[in-house]
C-alpha cells in the first residue's frame, strides 16, 4: 500500500505536527549527499597537507587522498539524483539555475571541483607515468593509458617539472575550492531559517571541519587496509602524522559543535524546549552515543593521548584501525542527525514525527549502501590503473 | 617610426576599449534602474492578493479543507493538505494541545475536561502567500514562483521534485504529490480566481471566516478587514512578508 509508511509513522506521533509533516522529505539519500562531499573534501585536504605545505611524513597517502577524493567525488550526485521526484529532470538546476536557490549553484561548484581540481591534479601527477606504463604495459592497458595521456608524450626533465608546478598551482587553488565545496553544501542547510535546528550561521563551518575529519579518517583506513591486502608494511610515521591531524582537526570540530551548542542552550530562544526534548529523546542515540560518544570523544581522547604516550606498534595500528572506522560512523551520524533530526520535528513546535529506515527500495538502507560501495569499486579500479606504489619518485626541482 | 606607429595604435586602441567600456558601464548602471521602476510601476497598478481568515469567526468544520480537496485533487488520505483547521486548547495550567484529525475534517474530539480549558479556538491554516517568500526563494530551477498579482505558484511540469522548498516553508503548506513527484500547494485556486470565482474554500465558508482581496486597494473589504481588526501574521520573526492576516490571533499559535 502506497502509505502504509506514513500510516506508521502517524501512529507514532508524538504531540501536533502539521499535516504534511508526517512524510520526512530528506531521507537516507540526502544524508549521503553531505556525507560524500565531506568525504571528498576532507580527502582532498589530507592531500594538499602534503603538497602544499609540503609535510612530508604524508606522502604515502598522497596520491592514495586523491584518488579516493575522486572515486567519491564521482558518485556525490548520484543519492541527490536519485532522490528526485523526477530524477530526469536534473539537469534543469544546471541549465536554468535560480540563482538565488544554495542549491542552484551546487552542480558548478561540483563540476568545478571534479573537473578542474581533482581531474586536472590527478592527470598532472600521473601524466609521467602514464606515458612510461604506456610503454611498458601490453596491450589494452597501454591503449588506455594512450588515451589518458591526451598524447601528451613528454617525458623530459623540464616537462615533469611543468607538470609538478601546474600541479602545484591546482593544488593551491583547489585548497580554498574544497573549503567552498563543503561550506556551500553546509550552507544549503544553515540557510533554511524555517528549521531552527539546521538555521545557523555556524553551520558551514561544522560541516567543513567535520568533513575534514571524516576525509583524514578515511584516507586513514584506505591506507591500512590497501597496505594489509598488499601485504605491505605500514609507514608508522606517516600513521602518526595522520593520526596527529585526525586529532587536531577532530578538535577543532568538537570545539565549534560545542560552542554551537552551548550557544542554543544558552540563548533558548523559542525553539529550544522542542530541541531539548528532541536530543534527549529521538535522537538520544544517534547524536550521544553515535556521534558524541564513539565519533568524537572515544576517538579524541585516544588520539589525545597517543601524542603523549605512545603505545607499542602494534596497538596503535589497531587502534588507529578501529578509531578511522568510529570515527567514519560518528560523522555519518553527524550527517544523519542534521538531516533527520531536522526534519523529526514539527515546525509547529508542538510535537514529533517518526522515521524508520527501510531495508530495501532506493531510500532504504541497501539502496543508501550502494553510494558507498561503489565509490570504493571505483577506487579499486583506479588503483589498478594508476598505482601509486608504482609511480616514478617525484622530481626534487628549488 | 615603426615604434611610434605602435604607440600610436596602442593609444587608439586603448581610447576605443576604454569608450565601449564605459559605454556598457554606463548602460548596465542604468538598466537595472528602469526595470526596477517599471515593475514598481506595474506593480502599483496590478492587484496584490492578501488573505483574511478570522479566528473568532472559525467554527471548525473543516468545510474548507473539504472544498480544498474536492476541488484541487488533493489525495484524500489523511495526510497531505493546502487547507486544514487546527483547534487549539490552552489548559489552565498553561499547556498548549493542538490536534487536526485528518486536516479537521474528521472532526474533533476535545482531550482536555472543561473545567480544565483555559481557552480553545480554530485555527484555519493555508498558504500565506509571502511576498518574501523563503520557498520560491530556494526553488533551484525557479518552479515556483510569486505570480504577478502576488499568488505564490508551482510549474509542475518544470519542478524536479527536490523537496527544498518543502523543508523552507515555515508553516508546513507544501507537500509532494505523491502520483506526479513533484510539489503542490494552495494556489488560492488560481484556475477560478482568473474566471472570477471565488477560491473553494473562501466560497464555503459558512460563517465567513475567511476571505481575500487586493491589498492595494483601500476599499477592497481585505483592506477594511486588516484596517478594523487586531491582525498578526504567523511567526512574523522569520520575515517572510505573509499576506495571510489572522484577526485574534493567539500566541501560542505556530
Known amino acids: 500500500m502506497e502509505f502504509q509508511s506514513l500510516y506508521e509513522a502517524m501512529s507514532k506521533m508524538d504531540g501536533y505536527c502539521y499535516p504534511n509533516e508526517i512524510e520526512l522529505n530528506w531521507s537516507v539519500l540526502i544524508v549521503l549527499y553531505p556525507y560524500i562531499t565531506g568525504l571528498v573534501a576532507g580527502a582532498f585536504i589530507l592531500a594538499s597537507l602534503n603538497r602544499v605545505f609540503n609535510i612530508k611524513a604524508l606522502k604515502p597517502t598522497y596520491e592514495l587522498s586523491l584518488l579516493t577524493a575522486f572515486s567519491f567525488m564521482l558518485v556525490a550526485t548520484m543519492p541527490l539524483i536519485f532522490h528526485l521526484g523526477k530524477p530526469f529532470r536534473f539537469y534543469e538546476i544546471m541549465t536554468t539555475p535560480h540563482l538565488t536557490s544554495a542549491m542552484a549553484i551546487f552542480g558548478f561548484v561540483y563540476l568545478w571541483y571534479l573537473m578542474v581540481v581533482l581531474l586536472l591534479e590527478i592527470w598532472f601527477d600521473y601524466r609521467y607515468d602514464m606515458t612510461i606504463w604506456s610503454k611498458e604495459n601490453p596491450g589494452f592497458k597501454s591503449i588506455i593509458y594512450k588515451i589518458l595521456t591526451l598524447g601528451i608524450k613528454d617525458v623530459s626533465n623540464k616537462s615533469r617539472i611543468t607538470d609538478n608546478k601546474l600541479g602545484y598551482f591546482i593544488t593551491v587553488v583547489g585548497i580554498p575550492s574544497a573549503f567552498i565545496l563543503h561550506g556551500y553544501v553546509g550552507f544549503i542547510f544553515g540557510s533554511v531559517k524555517a528549521n531552527p535546528w539546521w538555521s545557523t550561521v555556524m553551520m558551514p563551518v561544522i560541516f567543513l571541519f567535520s568533513a575534514m575529519v571524516s576525509g583524514i579518517a578515511l584516507v586513514m583506513f584506505i591506507y591500512m587496509a590497501v597496505s594489509i591486502i598488499r601485504k605491505q608494511k605500514l609507514d608508522m610515521i606517516c600513521l602518526d602524522a595522520i593520526g596527529k591531524y585526525l586529532f587536531y582537526i577532530l578538535l577543532i570540530d568538537f570545539v565549534l559543535e560545542g560552542l554551537d551548542q552551548i550557544h542554543r542552550i544558552y540563548v533558548a530562544e523559542e525553539s529550544f524546549d522542542i530541541l531539548n526534548l528532541l536530543v534527549h529523546g529521538k535522537l538520544f542515540f544517534t547524536f550521544f552515543i553515535m556521534q558524541g560518544l564513539i565519533g568524537t570523544l572515544i576517538p579524541l581522547l585516544t588520539l589525545g593521548t597517543f601524542q603523549f604516550l605512545k603505545p607499542k606498534e602494534n596497538i596503535r595500528k589497531f587502534v588507529y584501525f578501529i578509531l578511522s572506522l568510529c570515527v567514519l560512523v560518528g560523522i555519518f551520524f553527524m550527517r544523519w542527525n542534521v538531516v533527520i533530526g531536522g526534519q523529526l520535528f514539527s515546525k509547529s513546535f508542538y510535537g514529533f514525527t517518526d522515521f524508520k529506515l527501510d531495508m530495501i527500495g532506493k531510500e532504504g538502507f541497501l539502496g543508501g549502501m550502494i553510494w558507498l560501495v561503489v565509490p570504493l569499486i571505483i577506487l579499486t579500479i583506479l588503483l589498478w590503473l594508476l598505482p601509486p606504489w608504482k609511480k616514478a619518485p617525484h622530481i626534487e626541482h628549488e | ?254
Not at chain 2, 125 to 139: L, Y
Open chain 2, 1 to 254: 617610426m615603426v615604434k611610434e606607429n605602435k604607440d600610436f595604435s596602442r593609444r587608439e586602441f586603448f581610447k576605443k576599449t576604454g569608450v565601449i567600456a564605459g559605454g556598457v558601464l554606463f548602460a548596465s548602471l542604468l538598466s537595472p534602474l528602469k526595470a526596477a521602476q517599471s515593475t514598481e510601476k506595474s506593480k502599483s497598478d496590478d492587484t496584490w492578493y492578501g488573505i483574511g481568515l478570522d479566528i473568532e469567526k472559525c467554527i471548525g468544520c473543516a468545510s474548507c479543507a473539504r472544498a480544498c480537496k474536492a476541488e484541487n485533487d488533493v489525495p484524500k488520505e489523511p495526510f497531505f493538505f493546502r487547507s486544514w483547521v487546527e483547534q487549539y486548547t490552552i489548559t489552565n495550567s498553561g499547556e498548549v494541545k493542538v490536534q487536526s484529525p485528518n486536516g479537521g475534517i474528521d472532526g474533533y474530539k476535545q482531550p482536555v475536561p472543561e473545567s480544565e480549558i483555559f481557552k480553545t479556538f480554530f485555527v484555519p491554516k493555508m498558504c500565506n502567500h509571502c511576498s518574501k517568500s523563503p520557498c520560491t526563494q530556494v526553488c533551484p530551477v525557479g518552479a515556483t514562483f510569486v505570480s504577478p498579482d502576488g499568488v505564490v505558484l508551482v510549474d509542475p511540469n518544470y519542478c524536479v521534485g527536490c523537496r527544498y522548498c518543502v523543508q523552507a516553508c515555515p508553516y508546513g503548506c507544501r507537500y509532494i504529490k505523491p502520483d506526479l513527484g513533484t510539489v503542490d500547494k494552495c494556489t488560492l485556486c488560481y484556475h477560478r480566481l482568473k474566471k472570477g470565482m471565488d477560491p473553494a474554500c473562501m466560497m464555503v465558508c459558512p460563517t465567513g471566516a475567511r476571505l481575500y482581496g487586493n491589498l492595494r486597494d483601500p476599499k477592497s473589504e481585505m483592506v477594511k478587514f486588516i484596517k478594523n481588526h487586531t491582525v498578526g501574521a504567523l511567526k512574523p520573526n522569520l520575515n517572510t512578508g505573509s499576506k495571510l492576516y489572522y484577526n485574534a490571533l493567539s500566541q501560542e499559535v505556530h
